[in-house]
């Protein structure tokens, strides 16, 4: 998510991608740039790939003159809007498949952290719930690995922070619940999405649709040339070197895998950060008092969806196990 073409080429040329740079050397890939249209931004790009649609989404939020009221992507209620009226003409590219971390399902019988699926099929329901967790039991490796990498990443946030306010750089504050969410982000839902996609591989799904948004959110923090974003870059290199490596093994069906950017980004710097007000604001002073201004900048809280489909997911869970062993999930899932 929001890697553009000339920022690919810096992070191979630092080697933080060597799995990507193996991929092309082994001559199997190729690298290619492409033009994503305007918006540049996740809803519109997403609905092209995956309808051949991106009509009547002319930005990432807007004013609808119609119905009187500001839309942003991010909301869930406004997703499977754009999506009912994409999937109109075309049902969807995963149909039967499976979709992780998208704003769009495009007709996936399996979706976890998908906006638009409101009341998606949990990933953990019933008998496919104790495969998965036999899987993550019978490899600890992997779960000390999310351990060990949600503390890591805890404290190379704060870090960072203190950093770039040290250097006098472009930074948010240090936040108490943020570095939790950059966690919740960053790794646990990296590593569970990349897991579902080896879980798919080894099933046979259809089709498969996965995003990785970690380097994008990133790079909008601490911009997009930072040791921050390159490290989110090499952390996602690794989860794509995974299944890579297990669709060549071929167990179930030959598997074509495309690693596909949807946007780019550009450096900047914010409006109200550069000239002390709000665009709003400064529009309104512009024009005179007859302009009302209603701004909502808190109002997406893309971290809360994310926290309530995990907690839905561990609540499936614990349907599938034992009246101890769901026990002590619930007390968990409570906490």
């Known amino acids: 998510d929001g890697l553009a073409h000339q920022h690919l080429q810096q992070a191979m040329l630092r080697r933080r991608l060597p799995n990507l740079q193996r991929m092309l050397d082994c001559g199997d890939f190729v690298l290619s ?14 609905a092209g790939i995956m309808f051949g649609d991106n009509d009547n989404i002319p930005a990432f939020r807007w004013y609808d003159k119609a119905l009187d009221k500001s839309i942003v992507c991010k909301l869930p209620g406004t997703i499977s809007l754009l999506q009912e009226s994409a999937a109109s003409e075309n049902p ?62 805890y404290f190379t946030d704060a870090l960072q922070r203190w950093s770039s306010r040290l250097k006098g750089q472009s930074y948010l504050p240090v936040l108490g619940t943020f570095p939790f969410l950059r966690v919740l982000s960053q790794i646990v839902l ?57 669709s060549q093994v071929g167990l179930s069906r030959p598997y074509t895998l495309c690693v596909l950017s949807d946007h780019g980004l550009t450096a900047s710097v914010p409006f109200a950060e550069r000239y002390h007000q709000s665009l709003g604001q400064y529009i309104q002073a512009q024009v005179g008092e007859c302009v009302q201004l209603v701004e909502h900048a808190d109002g997406e809280r893309e971290p809360l969806f994310q ?19 769901a026990k002590v999930a619930r007390r968990i899932r409570r906490l």
């Open 307 to 325: 926290a309530q489909y995990l907690l839905q997911e561990l609540e499936a869970l614990e349907d599938s196990l034992g009246p101890l062993a």
């Open 190 to 246: 990296r590593e569970i999405e990349t897991f579902a996609v080896l879980v798919d591989i080894y099933r046979g799904s259809p089709a498969i649709y996965a995003t990785y948004f970690g380097y994008d959110e990133i790079a909008h923090h601490f911009g997009v040339r930072t040791r921050a974003a390159y490290q989110a870059l090499q952390d996602i290199d690794r989860c794509i070197g995974q299944i890579d490596h297990l």
């Open 33 to 46: 740039p492409w033009l994503c249209g305007l918006p540049s931004s996740t809803p519109a790009a997403q």
């Open 92 to 153: 969807g590219l995963l149909q039967g498949g499976s979709s992780y971390v998208n704003f769009y399902d495009a007709g996936a019988s399996s979706s976890l952290f998908t906006v638009s699926a409101l009341h998606p099929r949990r990933l953990l329901d019933g008998v496919r719930a104790a495969g998965l967790l036999a899987l993550f039991l019978l490899n600890p490796v992997r779960t000390l690995r999310i351990l060990y990498l949600a503390v890591k990443e």
